[in-house]
């Protein structure tokens, strides 16, 4: 309540503060109703998410080793973070190139191939559906993947360049740093029909057809028109909302990192922000470090997310 | 009729085909787990083992299945509670985050109300935060509150997750505010308004929610709860599955067979959910 009071005097600073407080309260006994939908949700997810971040960023200011009780170290986690964990620079340019290229590939792919999909007869739909979201559905199955790129002359890939006479002896993609990275790349593509793809199928379905009849008539030539005079601006508010699920997935990738190139990986080649928090939350105890490492990750994803809000409003212009 | 010909509004077919033909190669790539994954649930130990694998079963067998009883016959809390555990969970838990979630996201996207931007940017600016160090303050929140050991350090949570409030509300932004306007003129409360015209609209968005949520709880619930619930007879159906992998290199085909079963329940709820969103489509695509 009190940040909500807060919030709203920013907008307007008055000088009759309690005239003031008593409009705002009067407008919210108004709007009661939206409190009390609002309640249930909003208590529990204050307790089990506000609560523990404020905690973690509050934590990444300390030394704790979950041990003893923390204590104030100020900005020296992110002093060490910046300046003398060349770990962490690594794992950076990592994570900033492997979201560069997986983010807007994938979240293009799910709205494409949900594009596409959409026009199919229901049948084949609800089929090639099932099929393209079936890596994200059956668990961990991108063990497949190691399978393929196995370093001996066994793996599908190897198998199959030295039957072709491509190589003549079998590469070691998962032990190569040259390969590395993009294998992990290539494998997260791979996943990236998920969450984003379902909410466009589902947000295609919500576009009013009448739009289409009178995009026809205001003279839309073809598809690609269509798409994005009237699909695209329609669809807004589920861009948004892939949006920030590809930017979250795309920068926060680890377990396939960890599972697929073990852990750590190569000469480092395939570390990314989130395994080096592991490496220091889970294996280190060094939880105040790697609470700044989740801080400085945050504020990444944030501003990728401000640019990314920034260029959708621009869609369909 | 009348959606058949709108279909073809713009259209040409030399593109059409490309397209199909794009998604064809896309899904054969994709459907790789999935028909490894029931393929692999029949195989024979022998294929199983064969190197390099196969893809495709050559002697289908049910033999991993029939082996399943005999494994959990010695376990001495019965298999019939950790699938209980499983479905009270996950139907539990989806139907609350599903309900709770819609509730908060209502207001939300549609009515006026001092702190609302605020709120939003919480719930956004929450998504980006990373699980792995939010966990410690959550322990510690589960114990004080007294329900370490429970179902509810498994619901509780999954009732709060940010993902249904934010997809539920982008959904119901794009409700027409005549929609609400007419339907308070129609002297409907709020309450009202929400239940029975915004959520019979919004169902694609609920029902893609239904698929996320419990894949979640379903195939996961043990690995966000293991530091929680310590009962055997609290335990979910992927840990005792767990516990079957851990047998070893002997317990593979069983392993195998598992896999698959433990596929089937998203699979069946996302085949149902979907065509459901294909039958609001139709629906809301007379209305029009």
């Given at each position: 309540?009190?940040?909500?009071?807060?919030?709203?005097?920013?907008?307007?600073?008055?000088?009759?503060?309690?005239?003031?407080?008593?409009?705002?309260?009067?407008?919210?006994?108004?709007?009661?109703?939206?409190?009390?939908?609002?309640?249930?949700?909003?208590?529990?997810?204050?307790?089990?998410?506000?609560?523990?971040?404020?905690?973690?960023?509050?934590?990444?200011?300390?030394?704790?080793?979950?041990?003893?009780?923390?204590?104030?170290?100020?900005?020296?986690?992110?002093?060490?973070?910046?300046?003398?964990?060349?770990?962490?620079?690594?794992?950076?340019?990592?994570?900033?190139?492997?979201?560069?290229?997986?983010?807007?590939?994938?979240?293009?792919?799910?709205?494409?191939?949900?594009?596409?999909?959409?026009e199919l007869p229901p049948k084949p739909r609800a089929l090639l559906t099932l099929v393209l979201y079936a890596p994200s559905i059956s668990g961990n199955t991108y063990m497949i993947w190691a399978l393929m790129f196995s370093g001996d002359s066994y793996g599908y890939i190897n198998s199959f360049l030295m039957n072709w006479g491509f190589v003549l002896e079998p590469v070691q993609w998962l032990q190569d740093t040259r390969y590395v990275l993009g294998i992990l790349i290539l494998v997260q593509l791979w996943l990236s029909l998920g969450t984003s793809f379902l909410a466009f199928i589902a947000g295609l379905q919500t576009v009013n057809?009448?739009?289409?009849?009178?995009?026809?008539?205001?003279?839309?030539?073809?598809?690609?028109?269509?798409?994005?005079?009237?699909?695209?601006?329609?669809?807004?508010?589920?861009?948004?909302?892939?949006?920030?699920?590809?930017?979250?997935?795309?920068?926060?990738?680890?377990?396939?990192?960890?599972?697929?190139?073990?852990?750590?990986?190569?000469?480092?080649?395939?570390?990314?922000?989130?395994?080096?928090?592991?490496?220091?939350?889970?294996?280190?105890?060094?939880?105040?470090?790697?609470?700044?490492?989740?801080?400085?990750?945050?504020?990444?994803?944030?501003?990728?997310?401000?640019?990314?809000?920034?260029?959708?409003?621009?869609?369909?212009? | 009729?009348?959606?058949?010909?709108?279909?073809?509004?713009?259209?040409?077919?030399?593109?059409?085909?490309?397209?199909?033909?794009?998604?064809?190669?896309i899904a054969t790539f994709m459907a790789f787990p999935l028909v490894f994954t029931i393929s692999n649930a029949f195989k024979p130990l022998d294929e199983i083992f064969a190197f390099p694998p196969k893809l495709f079963v050559r002697n289908p067998t049910f033999v991993n299945f029939t082996i399943l009883p005999d494994i959990f016959s010695d376990s001495w809390v019965p298999f019939s509670r950790y699938l209980f555990n499983s479905l009270f969970v996950a139907v539990v838990g989806t139907g609350g985050h599903v309900i709770i979630a819609s509730a908060a996201a209502y207001p939300l996207a549609k009515l006026k109300f001092p702190g609302?931007?605020?709120?939003?940017?919480?719930?956004?600016?929450?998504?980006?935060?990373?699980?792995?160090?939010?966990?410690?303050?959550?322990?510690?929140?589960?114990?004080?509150?007294?329900?370490?050991?429970?179902?509810?350090?498994?619901?509780?949570?999954?009732?709060?997750?940010?993902?249904?409030?934010?997809?539920?509300?982008?959904?119901?932004?794009?409700?027409?505010?005549?929609?609400?306007?007419?339907?308070?003129?129609?002297?409907?409360?709020?309450?009202?308004?929400?239940?029975?015209?915004?959520?019979?609209?919004?169902?694609?968005?609920?029902?893609?929610?239904?698929?996320?949520?419990?894949?979640?709880?379903?195939?996961?619930?043990?690995?966000?709860?293991?530091?929680?619930?310590?009962?055997?007879?609290?335990?979910?159906?992927?840990?005792?599955?767990?516990?079957?992998?851990?047998?070893?290199?002997?317990?593979?085909?069983?392993?195998?067979?598992?896999?698959?079963?433990?596929?089937?329940?998203?699979?069946?709820?996302?085949?149902?959910?979907?065509?459901?969103?294909?039958?609001?489509?139709?629906?809301?695509?007379?209305?029009?």
């Amino acid at each position: 309540m009190q940040q909500k009071a807060q919030a709203h005097s920013v907008d307007a600073p008055s000088p009759g503060g309690e005239r003031k407080f008593l409009r705002l309260f009067a407008e919210m006994k108004k709007s009661k109703h939206a409190y009390v939908l609002m309640a249930p949700f909003f208590l529990i997810f204050a307790v089990f998410t506000v609560v523990p971040v404020v905690m973690s960023v509050l934590l990444s200011f300390t030394h704790f080793n979950m041990l003893e009780p923390p204590s104030w170290a100020g900005f020296d986690n992110f002093a060490r973070l910046l300046v003398k964990d060349d770990v962490f620079l690594v794992a950076v340019k990592n994570t900033l190139l492997f979201a560069a290229i997986t983010g807007p590939i994938s979240y293009v792919a799910c709205f494409f191939f949900a594009w596409i999909i959409n026009e199919l007869p229901p049948k084949p739909r609800a089929l090639l559906t099932l099929v393209l979201y079936a890596p994200s559905i059956s668990g961990n199955t991108y063990m497949i993947w190691a399978l393929m790129f196995s370093g001996d002359s066994y793996g599908y890939i190897n198998s199959f360049l030295m039957n072709w006479g491509f190589v003549l002896e079998p590469v070691q993609w998962l032990q190569d740093t040259r390969y590395v990275l993009g294998i992990l790349i290539l494998v997260q593509l791979w996943l990236s029909l998920g969450t984003s793809f379902l909410a466009f199928i589902a947000g295609l379905q919500t576009v009013n057809r009448t739009l289409y009849e009178a995009g026809a008539i205001d003279g839309i030539r073809n598809r690609w028109q269509e798409l994005w005079f009237i699909t695209l601006p329609a669809m807004r508010p589920q861009l948004m909302f892939g949006a920030i699920i590809q930017i979250t997935s795309s920068f926060a990738v680890a377990e396939i990192s960890i599972y697929l190139l073990g852990f750590p990986t190569v000469d480092y080649a395939g570390h990314t922000i989130v395994t080096h928090l592991i490496d220091y939350g889970t294996i280190r105890f060094d939880m105040g470090y790697a609470s700044a490492i989740a801080t400085v990750l945050f504020m990444i994803m944030m501003m990728t997310n401000v640019l990314t809000q920034k260029f959708l409003k621009k869609v369909g212009e | 009729m009348k959606a058949v010909i709108q279909k073809r509004l713009n259209r040409s077919w030399t593109v059409d085909i490309l397209l199909l033909v794009l998604l064809a190669g896309i899904a054969t790539f994709m459907a790789f787990p999935l028909v490894f994954t029931i393929s692999n649930a029949f195989k024979p130990l022998d294929e199983i083992f064969a190197f390099p694998p196969k893809l495709f079963v050559r002697n289908p067998t049910f033999v991993n299945f029939t082996i399943l009883p005999d494994i959990f016959s010695d376990s001495w809390v019965p298999f019939s509670r950790y699938l209980f555990n499983s479905l009270f969970v996950a139907v539990v838990g989806t139907g609350g985050h599903v309900i709770i979630a819609s509730a908060a996201a209502y207001p939300l996207a549609k009515l006026k109300f001092p702190g609302r931007t605020m709120m939003m940017s919480i719930v956004v600016l929450s998504l980006m935060f990373t699980s792995y160090v939010t966990q410690v303050p959550n322990y510690m929140t589960i114990s004080w509150l007294g329900m370490l050991n429970t179902y509810w350090a498994i619901l509780l949570p999954a009732f709060g997750s940010t993902l249904g409030i934010y997809l539920m509300k982008q959904f119901m932004e794009q409700l027409p505010d005549e929609l609400i306007e007419a339907g308070k003129i129609d002297g409907a409360s709020e309450y009202r308004i929400f239940w029975q015209l915004v959520m019979p609209i919004v169902k694609p968005a609920w029902l893609t929610l239904i698929i996320f949520s419990l894949q979640v709880l379903w195939t996961n619930s043990s690995v966000t709860s293991h530091k929680y619930i310590y009962s055997e007879q609290l335990k979910t159906i992927d840990y005792v599955f767990g516990q079957i992998a851990s047998g070893g290199i002997a317990r593979t085909g069983p392993v195998a067979a598992v896999t698959f079963l433990m596929m089937l329940v998203p699979i069946v709820v996302f085949v149902v959910t979907q065509s459901s969103v294909i039958q609001t489509m139709a629906t809301s695509g007379m209305k029009e």
